[in-house]
T-cell receptor, first 117, second 114 residues
Framework: GAVVSQHPSWVICKSGTSVKIECRSLDFQATTMFWYRQFPKQSLMLMAT?????????EQGVEKDKFLINHASLTLSTLTVTSAHPEDSSFYIC?????????????FGNGTRLTVT | GNSVTQMEGPVTLSEEAFLTINCTYT??????LFWYVQYPGEGLQLLLKATKADDKGSNKGFEATYRKETTSFHLEKGSVQVSDSAVYFCALRESETSGSRLTFGEGTQLTVNP
């Protein structure tokens, strides 16, 4: 089946540094990718939607200058947390939708645990 | 706005017990409803879905019925196995105009003991 690879699975960084998280669709072309954030014992919150070749659409309250999303190809999207702070520590999950349109299934990555010290 | 409320976990059951995980939703339109499962160390996988009222989604012995009158989509399984231990997420997708964006519940951790 379709596989989405998310890397790294966990990362620890110091406050003030930037961290990049990659999300790759391994065996299909992902026209749309979604980035979620999950706090402990809370639901997944959609941060942004990115379509290949265009700017990401951010959800209300998500700082686009802090969470930079790039979707430069049909198989790769990246989320960069810039100038990370401890409150950015969270679990980040990407999902990807193939080229079949609205009803195409979503495939999720395994998530990235970010800890900012 | 849309929201999904799930039964609070964690839930611990013995093997072969009956499982129910409650899920209710709030939506302005006519959403599609989903259950996703996340096994330890893995990403979310679609477990089942229903796209309109009274539809029943089923997979791997799990089932859920779309109840518009009670705005619910409770997950059930008649006899759970140890391998069902995972986190279960209820989710909705409101309309075609929303693309594939999903609104998730909080997730319910299920542990099945032998």
């Amino acid at each position: 089946g379709a596989v989405v690879s998310q890397h790294p699975s966990w990362v620890i960084c110091k406050s003030g540094t930037s961290v990049k998280i990659e999300c790759r669709s391994l065996d299909f072309q992902a026209t749309t990718m979604f980035w979620y954030r999950q706090f402990p014992k809370q639901s997944l919150m959609l941060m942004a939607t990115s379509n290949e070749g265009s700017k990401a659409t951010y959800e209300q309250g998500v700082e686009k200058d802090k969470f930079l999303i790039n979707h430069a190809s049909l198989t790769l999207s990246t989320l960069t947390v810039t100038s990370a702070h401890p409150e950015d520590s969270s679990f980040y999950i990407c999902s990807a939708r193939g080229t079949g349109g609205y009803n195409s299934p979503l495939h999720f990555g395994n998530g990235t645990r970010l800890t900012v010290t | 706005g849309n929201s999904v409320t799930q039964m609070e976990g964690p839930v611990t059951l013995s093997e072969e017990a009956f499982l129910t995980i409650n899920c209710t939703y709030t939506a302005t339109g006519y959403p599609s409803l989903f259950w996703y499962v996340q096994y330890p160390g893995e990403g979310l996988q679609l477990l089942l879905k229903a796209t309109k009222a009274d539809d029943k989604g089923s997979n791997k012995g799990f089932e859920a019925t779309y109840r518009k009158e009670t705005t619910s989509f409770h997950l059930e399984k008649g006899s759970v196995q140890v391998s069902d231990s995972a986190v279960y997420f209820c989710a909705l997708r409101e309309s075609e105009t929303s693309g594939s964006r999903l609104t998730f519940g909080e997730g319910t951790q299920l542990t099945v003991n032998p």
